[in-house]
């Protein structure tokens, strides 16, 4: 499937009955609509689609149309009857197609994001910090029976946390885990996940919250102040990468369906942003990074 035949399929989806059946959009209006309604671009719909079809999980019946299901369940969010007016079938179809191809987006993440990805114009000669790390957490309701450890004091509301990272000499997404209790600390998912994946002289920058370890570069420990300048421009990219996973509905609103399948919504989403980063159709700004730990 190309991205061409892909806008196709969505003109099909959301064409209106008063709409002549050869209407066409312009490229921006495309461009509008995609990220309206599904919240990526054709071109990452088609890599997925294509990835999907390598490994052969693409279930029986099937369709391009029903890929696009789950991303207007996670773009919309708006529960299974709108959603389905919005692509023009029933209710329970809807929720059938989209939470099959959900979880395999989600099983993506493995082949897309990878950690070995952060060595990609990386030179060590100049500094042996090449990752930025952060952690967001996402509101859903209360468990039950009650756990206080749900609780995220900061924002004074039950959530799921997730921790995510980005490389600094090539924007890509290159490691998340989740979901976490919203009261847990970074640094404890840090030392008990990513540090181990680490090599043994490598430092990643933090946030001032994050402390206590020797690779654990937070704002503080600059020397110069165009060095301080740089380390917050590499974490504001970090944010950014944030604002982009909640432009999706799923993850701006109070999520109402089970952890695992948050988990699962998560990660479609971040597979879906580094395909847009590798394709093009998601941009991050470029920075410069001297900063010296030695």
């Not at 052969?56 to 696009?68: D, F, S, T």
């Not at 994946?197 to 420990?221: R, V």
């Not at 999520?255 to 989403?269: C, D, L």
């Amino acid at each position: 499937m190309s991205p061409r035949e892909f806008k196709i399929v969505s003109f099909d989806l959301l064409r209106k009955p008063n709409q002549r059946s050869n209407w066409t959009y312009s490229r921006r209006g495309v461009a509008k609509k995609w990220s309206t309604y599904f919240g990526i671009q054709p071109e990452v719909a088609s890599e997925v689609w294509n990835k999907l079809l390598e490994k052969g999980v693409i279930p029986g019946g099937g369709k391009p149309k029903h890929l696009l299901y789950g991303y207007v369940l996670l773009m919309r969010y708006a529960g299974d009857e709108a959603c389905g007016q919005i692509v023009g079938c029933h209710s329970n179809t809807f929720r059938k197609w989209a939470w099959k191809f959900i979880p395999l987006v989600f099983d993506l993440h493995h082949q897309v994001i990878r950690l070995d990805n952060r060595l990609n114009g990386w030179n060590k000669t100049e500094s042996n910090t090449n990752m930025v790390m952060d952690a967001t957490t996402f509101g859903v309701n209360d468990s039950y029976p009650f756990d206080s450890k749900m609780w995220d004091v900061k924002r004074s509301k039950a959530g799921l946390k997730y921790l995510v990272a980005h490389a600094i000499s090539n924007g890509n997404i290159v490691y998340w885990s989740g979901w976490h209790k919203g009261s847990k600390s970074d640094i404890k998912m840090f030392k008990e996940e990513l540090m181990g994946l680490m090599d043994e002289d490598e430092c990643i920058e933090a946030d001032a919250g994050c402390s206590g370890k020797f690779c654990i570069k937070n704002p503080n420990t600059a020397k110069t102040r165009r060095a301080k300048q740089q380390k917050g421009i590499v974490r504001a990219r970090q944010e950014t990468i944030f604002c982009k996973m909640k432009k999706f509905k799923c993850l701006r609103d109070t999520w109402i369906h089970s952890y695992e399948k948050h988990r699962q919504a998560v990660g479609a989403i971040l597979v879906s942003l580094q395909l847009g980063l590798e394709l093009g159709t998601v941009s991050l700004w470029d920075v410069e990074y001297e900063v010296e730990y030695f």
